[in-house]
């Protein structure tokens, strides 16, 4: 699943008339980053939720990328090393509720569009090089773990970060070091059931609910993994940081 459904207040003006998931970024939108990212690991279809402005992520993307979807995203498949296709679903919790349902209800939301078991991420993320590893996947299907984090080294914007990281690879709701939330995860269905979330599948009443909380239950219970990832990363949620990020490189 990827997240773009919030309206990117810090990035107004430029939110005003645009997505942020469609800013560019080095010359592509930002969410096609992940993408093909996705793409490149064999991924076949992804849930993307929408409000601000969705008319534009779905002209932009359409809901197939492959040979036969005339969409910005298929050309650029068909130049990379590893050709493959994505089925884009949408979960338009705008059109349907008026407004975006925060992270966890937006889960929720989509649940019954997601695998038993999926990945998150943002869409205004940009982690070039991230790659969502088909063996981590199966680690994580084959463990008891509810969720599995990636954690980042702490940016400026975030200097006390989210949560900490034990020796065996547990997420840590305290610790002496915390790290912050990269906003990628692989997640299971039972972490958005009770006892940790209550609202039921596919949200049909349109409740919003964050995500943390339940992670921390969660984490309580030590039932949420986590590793730290030292890759490029950036959470575009500034003009600054969208700027800086495409200055030519020296």
Same mark, same amino acid.
């Given at each position: ?10 990035? $107004? ?31 076949? =279809? ?10 534009? !992520? ?6 197939? !990328?492959?040979? +036969? ?19 884009? +679903?949408?979960?338009?919790?705008? $059109? ?5 349902? =925060? ?26 090089? *991230?790659? *969502? ?29 989210? *949560? ?11 610790? =002496? +070091? $915390? *790290? ?7 997640? $299971? ?9 209550? !609202? ?20 309580? +219970? ?29």
């Amino acid at each position: 699943m990827l997240l773009a459904a919030g309206r990117g207040e810090r990035m $107004r003006p430029l939110t005003d008339t645009c997505p942020k998931p469609l800013l560019p970024v080095r010359g592509k939108p930002l969410m096609q980053w992940p993408l093909e990212a996705l793409a490149r690991a064999g991924v076949a =279809e992804v849930v993307v939720n929408t409000d601000w402005l969705a008319d534009q !992520i779905v002209a932009n993307f359409g809901d197939e !990328i492959g040979p +036969q979807a005339p969409s910005l995203l298929t050309s650029l498949l068909h130049k990379s090393e590893h050709l493959s296709s994505l089925r884009l +679903q949408y979960s338009h919790e705008g $059109r349907d509720f008026g407004g975006a349902l =925060e992270t966890a209800g937006g889960i929720v939301r989509a649940l019954p569009q997601l695998a038993e078991v999926f990945w998150v991420l943002a869409g205004d993320v940009f982690t070039p090089d *991230f790659v *969502f590893s088909p063996d981590a996947l199966a680690r994580f299907v084959a463990g008891d773990k509810l969720a599995h984090l990636w954690l980042v080294p702490n940016p400026s914007h975030n200097p006390k970060g989210d *949560f900490g990281l034990s020796e065996a690879g547990l997420a840590l709701n305290q610790a =002496e +070091q $915390r *790290f912050t939330y990269s906003t990628i995860g692989l997640y $299971r269905h039972d972490l958005f059931a009770p006892p940790f979330c209550d !609202i039921p599948p596919g949200n049909p009443q349109g409740l919003k609910a964050t995500l943390a909380p339940l992670l921390r239950a969660a984490m309580a +219970q030590g039932r949420v993994s986590a590793e730290l990832y030292t890759g490029a990363w950036t959470d575009v949620g500034t003009p600054e940081r969208l700027a800086a990020l495409n200055l030519p490189n020296p």
